[in-house]
């Protein structure tokens, strides 16, 4: 599963402009699926039939997209205006390298050096005004050679393991919940299974809208990332999920009160079978099950996340223990639904 993750967090998939995760993922289901489609929305629905045949009972979902930039104007130097395409913290961007549009043509974000700023400048993050694309162009004309208008751009971070069972990329939010669903289209299910791999989560969780009304599943587990805030600078009792400690199992966020049957459900199998979990010590956040609950007559939602740090930043890290066994533990809530 992680040469996957490390492939998927290669893919630049940035919320609107989703074709190359999404390529990747139908190439790679295609063998294993009984239905596969794409919907208006660019979400991927692919259906695989298990031991049991309970139709669309059961819809497990991950995002495809991650979050970026979009370029909106070119200015007469040459250097582009943008902004930002889902919810990215300013103060982390300035300097860091993307790339843009069909050609990956290569860009840094910029911003007036720290030498030229005043006192209070400095006591402020910048507004993504203040902020530009530097591609090396000498002027309009040459800039225009390169990008368009509404061009995307993804971070750059290379894939790596690295300290303590760690991993390091980009778009780990969500691709690793694609990642295990991949893993999981590949094997014989305990029932049948319709697999959403969703868009434009990071701007509204859109697509789940779709996906969940044209499934219309009875129960949708979500699988994601959840925000670490295991940091020096952050006290003990503010520091939410930590990565290593297990799957994070969600009972409420900003956005979903999450089925107590389920939550039980899935505390109880982590707890059975020696699975190290841990849940959510603060409320904030959400993810497509707030879409997907409100589908219809409504769905039973769950959430199982991997504690992230450094999330929607143009490198995150996560656990590579937690990630396994964020699968495990799906392996056996669907054989506990197929029950």
Same mark, same amino acid.
């Given at each position: 599963?992680?040469?996957? &993750?490390?492939?998927?967090?290669? &893919?630049?998939?940035?919320?609107?402009?989703?074709?190359?995760?999404?390529?990747?993922?139908?190439?790679?289901?295609?063998?294993?699926? +009984?239905?596969?489609?794409?919907?208006?929305?660019?979400?991927?629905?692919?259906?695989?039939?298990?031991?049991?045949? #309970?139709?669309?009972?059961?819809?497990?979902?991950?995002?495809?997209?991650?979050?970026?930039?979009?370029?909106?104007?070119? #200015?007469?130097?040459?250097? &582009?205006?943008?902004?930002?395409?889902?919810?990215?913290?300013?103060?982390?961007?300035?300097?860091? /390298?993307?790339?843009?549009?069909?050609?990956?043509?290569?860009?840094?974000?910029?911003?007036?050096?720290?030498?030229?700023?005043? *006192?209070?400048?400095?006591?402020?993050?910048?507004? #993504?005004?203040?902020?530009?694309?530097?591609?090396?162009?000498?002027?309009?004309?040459?800039?225009?050679?390169?990008?368009?208008?509404?061009?995307?751009?993804?971070?750059?971070?290379?894939?790596?393991?690295?300290? +303590?069972?760690?991993?390091?990329?980009?778009a780990i939010?969500?691709?690793?919940?694609?990642?295990?669903?991949?893993?999981?289209?590949?094997?014989?299910? /305990?029932?049948?299974?319709?697999?959403?791999?969703?868009?434009?989560?990071?701007?509204?969780?859109?697509?789940?809208?779709?996906?969940?009304?044209?499934?219309?599943?009875?129960?949708?587990?979500?699988?994601?990332?959840? #925000?670490?805030?295991? &940091?020096?600078?952050?006290?003990?009792? *503010?520091?939410?999920?930590?990565?290593?400690?297990?799957p994070v199992?969600?009972?409420?966020?900003?956005g979903t009160?999450?089925?107590?049957?389920?939550?039980?459900?899935?505390?109880?199998?982590?707890?059975?079978?020696?699975? /190290?979990?841990?849940?959510?010590?603060?409320?904030?956040?959400?993810? +497509?099950?707030?879409?997907?609950?409100?589908?219809?007559?409504?769905? *039973?939602?769950?959430?199982?996340?991997?504690?992230?740090?450094?999330?929607?930043?143009?490198?995150?890290?996560?656990?590579?223990?937690?990630?396994?066994?964020?699968?495990?533990?799906?392996?056996?809530?669907?054989?506990?639904?197929?029950?």
């Amino acid at each position: 599963m992680l040469n996957t &993750l490390k492939e998927l967090c290669q &893919l630049n998939g940035v919320s609107g402009n989703e074709d190359q995760v999404r390529r990747y993922i139908q190439n790679r289901a295609n063998p294993f699926a +009984d239905e596969l489609h794409t919907d208006p929305l660019g979400n991927l629905i692919v259906f695989k039939k298990g031991k049991k045949s #309970t139709g669309n009972k059961l819809m497990l979902c991950a995002h495809m997209d991650e979050v970026g930039v979009i370029v909106t104007r070119i #200015t007469d130097e040459g250097f &582009l205006k943008f902004d930002f395409v889902g919810g990215v913290d300013r103060r982390v961007a300035m300097g860091k /390298p993307v790339v843009l549009g069909p050609n990956r043509v290569p860009g840094v974000i910029g911003l007036k050096a720290v030498h030229l700023v005043s *006192r209070e400048e400095r006591k402020k993050a910048p507004k #993504t005004e203040s902020l530009y694309l530097d591609i090396g162009a000498r002027d309009r004309e040459s800039a225009e050679k390169w990008v368009e208008l509404g061009d995307y751009g993804a971070f750059v971070c290379q894939p790596e393991m690295f300290g +303590d069972g760690l991993f390091k990329a980009r778009a780990i939010d969500d691709r690793v919940g694609c990642a295990i669903m991949l893993k999981l289209l590949e094997e014989d299910l /305990p029932l049948d299974v319709t697999f959403a791999f969703t868009a434009q989560e990071e701007v509204g969780t859109r697509g789940a809208f779709g996906a969940a009304f044209s499934v219309t599943p009875e129960i949708a587990l979500v699988l994601e990332t959840t #925000t670490a805030a295991d &940091l020096p600078c952050v006290e003990e009792h *503010r520091r939410v999920c930590v990565p290593g400690k297990g799957p994070v199992i969600s009972y409420m966020d900003g956005g979903t009160i999450y089925d107590r049957e389920l939550f039980e459900t899935l505390r109880r199998l982590s707890e059975e079978n020696h699975i /190290p979990w841990q849940t959510k010590e603060y409320i904030a956040g959400g993810n +497509d099950a707030r879409t997907i609950q409100r589908t219809k007559a409504g769905v *039973r939602v769950a959430a199982m996340s991997a504690a992230v740090r450094y999330l929607h930043a143009p490198a995150s890290v996560g656990s590579i223990a937690d990630f396994e066994n964020m699968l495990k533990l799906t392996r056996l809530f669907l054989n506990k639904i197929a029950e």
